[in-house]
C-alpha cells in the first residue's frame, strides 16, 4: 500500500490523482470529515469527476447525524483494502486525519464499544456547565498515553475516550493495542513553507465560499442536522453556522475559518512528523507547477523502486 500524508491544503489528493495517470490504483480516503454525505464543498471532497475516473473508497458513508468511529473507520477502509488487492490494483491512502491514517497502517485493534448516548449527554453537559478541561483532566488520570494523543480542545474525542473508559473499565490506549503488519506500507509526506501553505490555505478558504459553503451550510440547518452534531462542528460549518445564526459576521467567520485551519496544520504535524524516518518527504514549496511536477517525478521513480 501506498500513503500520501501531510497538513491539509498542501496537494496530497491532486498528487494521488496524477499518479493514477501512470499507476493502476484505488483510493482510500482517510478524512474524518469527507466520510459524511452532502457536506462536500467544506471538506474539499474530490468531484465526482475525479471519482469517477478514479476510484475513491470511504467517501459518502454517513449521513451527517449518523454516528461514525474510528472502528466504523477501519471496517470500512480494511473492506475496500482487500477489495481493490482482489482487482490486482495498488491501494493508496490519502488523508490529514492522523488517527485515522497511523491506525490503518499500525493495525491498531479497535475497541468495539457502541455509543452510550446517556453517558455522552452527561459528559457534554458537563463540559458545558462546566469547565471542559476538567474532563480533559479526568482522561489523563485514567489514561495519560490517551490523553497526550488528543488535543484537549477536541471535547468530542475526549469524551469518546471517557465513554470507552467507562463501558470497559480499561484505559483506551490498552484497548488499541497494535497487530502485526500484513502488507508493506510506502508513506509519502508532502510538506511546504509555513507561510506558504497558510497562503494556499487562505485561497482555499476563499474558493470554498465562492462555491457556496453558505448554502451548503444552510441546506445541512434546512435537513435537520443540528450544530451540536459532530459533523457540523467541523472547521467551516460551525463557523458559518454561527454566522447564520447572527453570532458573527461573514468576514468575521471566514478569519476564524482560515486562524483554525492555520492551527490545524500544525496540529497534523504533530501527526506526521518532519523526523519520521518511516515518512519520505517531499517539500513542494515554490512555483506550484513546478514543485508538483518535481515531486511527481520522484515519487513516481520512489513507488516504481517499491513495487519491484
Known amino acids: 500500500m501506498i500513503a500520501v500524508v501531510g497538513p491539509t491544503a498542501v496537494g496530497k489528493s491532486e498528487l ?38 478514479v476510484p475513491h473508497h470511504v467517501i459518502d458513508v454517513a449521513d451527517p447525524d449518523e454516528d461514525f468511529s474510528l472502528a466504523r473507520y477501519h471496517q470500512l477502509a480494511f473492506e475496500a483494502l482487500k477489495a481493490i488487492r482482489q482487482k490486482s490494483k495498488l491501494p493508496v491512502l490519502v488523508g490529514g486525519s492522523g488517527l485515522y491514517v497511523w491506525s490503518l497502517i499500525e493495525r491498531w485493534k479497535i475497541p468495539q464499544v457502541p455509543p452510550d448516548r446517556e453517558v455522552r449527554r452527561g459528559l457534554e453537559s458537563r463540559a458545558e456547565q462546566d469547565d471542559s478541561q476538567s474532563l480533559y483532566r479526568d482522561l489523563q488520570n485514567i489514561d495519560p498515553a490517551a490523553a497526550a494523543k488528543i488535543d484537549p480542545r477536541n471535547i468530542r474525542r475526549v469524551i469518546r475516550a471517557l465513554e470507552i473508559y467507562y463501558a470497559t473499565g480499561q484505559p ?10 500484513g502488507l508493506s506500507v510506502l508513506i509519502i509526506g508532502l510538506t511546504q513553507e509555513r507561510s506558504e501553505l497558510y497562503r494556499r490555505i487562505d485561497w482555499r478558504v476563499d474558493k470554498m465560499i465562492q462555491r457556496g459553503l453558505v448554502e451548503e451550510v444552510e441546506q445541512l440547518l434546512k435537513k435537520g442536522c443540528s450544530p451540536s452534531l459532530p459533523s457540523m462542528s467541523g472547521i467551516g460549518y460551525k463557523q458559518i453556522g454561527q454566522f447564520l445564526r447572527s453570532e458573527m459576521t461573514l468576514p468575521e467567520a471566514i478569519d476564524k475559518i482560515k486562524y483554525e485551519t492555520h492551527r490545524l496544520a500544525r496540529h497534523q504535524y504533530a501527526w506526521f512528523r518532519l523526523n519520521d524516518s518511516r515518512i519520505r518527504w517531499f517539500d513542494v514549496s515554490g512555483t506550484e507547477r513546478e514543485a508538483s511536477i518535481v515531486a511527481l517525478n520522484e515519487v513516481k521513480g520512489l513507488i516504481e523502486s517499491f513495487m519491484l
Open 172 to 181: 483506551p490506549s490498552q484497548l488499541q493495542r497494535k497487530e502485526a503488519p
Open 16 to 53: 494521488a490523482l496524477h499518479l493514477a495517470q501512470y499507476f493502476p490504483l484505488e483510493i482510500i480516503s482517510a478524512d474524518s470529515r469527507q466520510v459524511y454525505r452532502y457536506m462536500d464543498i467544506g471538506t474539499s471532497k474530490p468531484s465526482l469527476a475525479d471519482r469517477t475516473s
